[in-house]
Every structure is written in structure tokens, then in C-alpha cells.
């Protein structure tokens, strides 16, 4: 599945730990977006999410990133890249980035990351 054929019933997940209201507009266009706190196990939240490191949120985001259906980083920075690189390896270029939405009629193109459109991670000069 390319990032074009992203439709409304696509699974997102962010790697926030909390959901935020100005994610609202996303869900909107992706009823099925989720973060930590909404896929995890109440009995599991203070472990991982309330721990004084943030070690345990790095694991699963890395984990459940690289692997889910789309990859939409909370920030740019070395995580942001390590998955990017892990997604490319396995065949998964479906990557977001976060930019300010307008309205719904936004394309899911408008916001490809440039480590994807441009093909300037350095993933590409080993896997492809």
C-alpha cells in the first residue's frame, strides 16, 4: 500500500503518549489514529507510560512504528530517523509528517516525509 492509497479506514498510530485536541482534524480524516495511552492496558500505563525514563515509550514506539500501517513521528529527531530507516527496510514507506491540517479535504500526499518523497534517507543507498 503507497502512501496514495491511504484511505479513511487506515489504521494511524502517533507516537504521542497522550492524546491531544489538536490531533482532533486528524481523527477526523483517520477515525482509527491511536496512541500509547489508547492501545495500551490499563494495567500497563504506569509502568510505561509514567516511568521516570523514557526508555520503555522508546521500545514501543520503535516496536509498533516500524511495523504499523502508517508512521506518523510526534517529532524530528533520532528516533524519527531509526524508524524511518526500519520502514524502508522492511518495504514500508508509508511515513506522515506532522504539519498544520486546514481541513478535510487535505491529501495524505501533502504530507509525505521528506526522508520518502525525496528518497534522502540513507536507507535507500543499501535497500534500494
Not at 81 to 109: C, F, H, Y
Amino acid at each position: 500500500m503507497g502512501v496514495r492509497a491511504l484511505k479513511s479506514h487506515t489504521t494511524i498510530y502517533l507516537t504521542q503518549p497522550r492524546w491531544d485536541s489538536s490531533l482532533n482534524i486528524l481523527k477526523d480524516i483517520f477515525p482509527k489514529t491511536f496512541t500509547k495511552e489508547a492501545v495500551m492496558p490499563a494495567s500497563k500505563k504506569s509502568k510505561y507510560l509514567e516511568s521516570e525514563s523514557s526508555e520503555y515509550e522508546n521500545v514501543i514506539d520503535f516496536y509498533i512504528s516500524s511495523r504499523s500501517d502508517v508512521f506518523v513521528p510526534a517529532i524530528s529527531g533520532f528516533i524519527y530517523a531509526n524508524t524511518v530507516g526500519k520502514r524502508i527496510a522492511l518495504g514500508k514507506p508509508q511515513v506522515l509528517v506532522p504539519a498544520e491540517i486546514s481541513d478535510t479535504s487535505s491529501r495524505a500526499t501533502d504530507f509525505i516525509s521528506p526522508y520518502i518523497s525525496k528518497k534522502n534517507h540513507l536507507a535507500y543507498s543499501c535497500f534500494c
